[in-house]
């Protein structure tokens, strides 16, 4: 008897366009995509969360039968039916698959997981999603093929912004995030003064500006730096440190730069709906009608490596960060600009945990600070 030809495995790294000829793009696939779009990267653990918290999919409960045996008490969209999918939507190009592969894989190690990015066949179908050209969703795709620092650095980025999500939309409407701003439109520069009284020119580059609207105690707008740790904290010459992105936010919060550049979108009643960025080199853009309204003051969130102790105290990188304050000048060492928290202080499975008081300032007076207190 022939054996039948065993099914041929599909590549990890590679799409095999006519795996899924047939492929029919349904309104969750369309979900995940605009996912994709908003975020940039997102892993499929990421994906899984943002859809189970729009009702597109659930954890798998089981109940015991009279005949004793478990079984789902509910079927439809599970993980393992995302992967599913997943595989289907990148094989026929509708989404990328990027690796983060800058450490070394030994025997045993697996394959690294896959990160998502969009694909070249996204691109007609998200600008008839979104209204915006396909030529810029093209483009998307094209700078998404970067290395593995900056995808790992984007990765983080995206999950710190996954977790306020959910912590967002769990918090029954007493957290609303108003606003996420990524990109090359927050890019700036300012001249100021350093530690030692000499002029000097500072970039203001965050890696994200967000703002949340708290019940009953009103918004607050926040610029995140996730550092990795690889910036030293004070270089020599002009290589970019951490005193410099210290330094450059402080003359940009006193010049009031963001009033100048950042403004509220809102609705006709007053209420926050979104940000208006104001190009830099164009002043003629600036808002002049009633739908905009000022952003006055933000808070300059750091995300950094190590972990936070039950006696609430910080050791490595945090702490020496916060130590270098008083070389920095004498009013920062008492400065509450800048809060600092390590990474793993917030996790995905319980997003509440980015609004506990976790974050720590160069104040001595005060402890640890809550991005909703």
């Known amino acids: 008897m ?44 990421l994906i899984w969360h943002l859809l189970e918290v729009a009702g597109e999919a659930h954890r798998t409960e089981y109940t015991t039968g ?36 800058d450490q070394p894989l030994g025997r045993g190690s697996g394959t690294p997981r896959a990160i998502y990015g969009l694909g070249p066949k996204s691109a007609k179908l998200l600008a008839e999603q979104t209204g915006v050209p396909a030529q810029e969703i093209r483009d998307i795709v094209e700078a ?34 108003i606003f996420w701003e990524q990109g090359q439109c927050l890019r700036d520069h300012i001249i100021g003064r350093n530690e030692k009284g000499e002029d000097e020119r500072f970039t203001i580059y965050p890696d994200a500006f967000f703002a949340l609207e708290v019940e009953g105690i009103g918004k607050a707008n926040y610029f995140l730096e996730v550092d990795r740790g690889t910036m030293p904290i004070i270089a020599a010459g002009r290589r970019t440190d951490i005193r410099k992105k210290i330094l450059g936010y402080r003359h940009f919060r006193n010049f009031i730069r963001e009033n ?55 050791k490595g990188r945090i702490a020496n960060i916060l130590s270098a304050f008083p070389l920095f000048g004498k009013a920062f060492a008492t400065s509450s600009l800048f809060w600092f928290a390590p990474f793993d202080a917030f996790q995905i499975d319980s997003p509440q945990s980015v609004f506990r008081r976790a974050w720590m300032i160069a104040n001595p007076r005060k402890g640890l600070q809550s991005l909703i207190e």
């Open 2 to 45: 022939k054996k039948p030809h065993p099914k041929k495995r599909l590549s990890r790294y590679r799409p095999e366009k006519n795996a899924f000829p047939d492929l029919i793009i349904r309104d969750r696939d369309r979900l995940i995509l605009h996912l994709v779009y908003e975020h940039r990267f997102l892993s499929g653990e």
């Open 260 to 314: 100048q550049r950042y403004y509220y979108r809102t609705t006709p009643d007053g209420q926050v709906v979104g940000l208006h960025v104001v190009d830099r080199e164009s002043k003629s853009l600036m808002p002049q009608d009633s739908g905009f309204e000022s952003i006055r003051g933000f808070t300059v969130l750091f995300l950094v490596p190590g972990s936070l102790e039950s006696s609430k105290k910080v």
């Open 144 to 177: 998404n093929k970067v290395k593995s620092p900056f995808l790992r650095h984007a990765l983080e980025v995206a999950t710190f912004r996954v977790i306020l999500e959910l912590a967002c939309r769990r918090s029954q409407g007493r957290v609303r995030l």
């Open 66 to 101: 009279e005949d004793g045996k478990k079984r789902p008490s509910q079927y439809g969209f599970g993980q393992q039916a995302l992967s599913k999918r997943l595989k289907q939507l990148f094989n026929a190009r509708f989404l990328d698959r990027h690796y983060i592969i």
